[in-house]
């Protein structure tokens, strides 16, 4: 959500999942994301899935949606790519410029510096060398520098692992 600069609006958890409306801070639409657990035990979201979106989106008056699955089927991902809906999974994920992810990075080290130690770093010397926050800080501004999205997409994801945690160290 952060990276599409969606802003959550409300949260309803369904029977196999978690719908969540949000709005595109850009464009001022509505969207719906929806994850989904699969019903089949290889975890395949088939197109039942798919055409079960399609109609709260149309119900409910959605701009676009996107939907979250461990995998999908070969109808499921024709019937997404058919109404424009994007998918996230295992092995497919949204694509971001290499220089939004850096800037959302550093916004999210600002943010757990600020709430870890009060204050935000101007120099190295102003952190702790074991913090892993700033571990992560020096891998991420090596990431970008070498061009390696799918590293500093692993960088995100440790900094959102660590906002999520309690210990911040």
Do not use: V, Y
């Given at each position: 959500m952060l990276m599409q600069n969606f802003s959550c609006e409300?949260?309803?958890?369904?029977?196999?999942g978690l719908d969540i409306t949000a709005v595109d801070e850009e464009s001022n639409e509505k969207v719906l994301l929806r994850i989904v657990k699969s019903k089949s035990k290889a975890g395949y979201v088939g197109v039942d899935a798919v055409r079960k979106m399609l109609?709260?989106?149309?119900?409910?008056?959605y701009d676009k949606g996107v939907i979250f699955g461990k995998k999908f089927t070969v109808a499921a991902?024709?019937?997404?790519l058919q109404n424009d809906i994007k998918r996230v999974s295992e092995t497919h994920t949204l694509k971001f410029k290499p220089e939004k992810l850096y800037?959302?990075?550093n916004q999210y080290i600002d943010d757990l510096c600020e709430a870890k130690c009060g204050k935000i770093p101007k120099k190295e010397?102003?952190?702790?060398?074991?913090?892993r926050i700033r571990v992560i800080s020096d891998n991420a501004s090596f990431h970008f520098d070498q061009g390696w999205?799918?590293?500093?997409?692993n960088d995100f994801k440790q900094l959102f692992a660590i906002r999520g945690s309690k210990d911040h160290n």
């Open positions: 409300e949260r309803d958890k369904r029977n196999r109609e709260a989106m149309e119900h409910n008056d991902k024709r019937e997404l800037l959302q990075i010397s102003d952190c702790r060398c074991d913090c999205t799918d590293l500093l997409k």
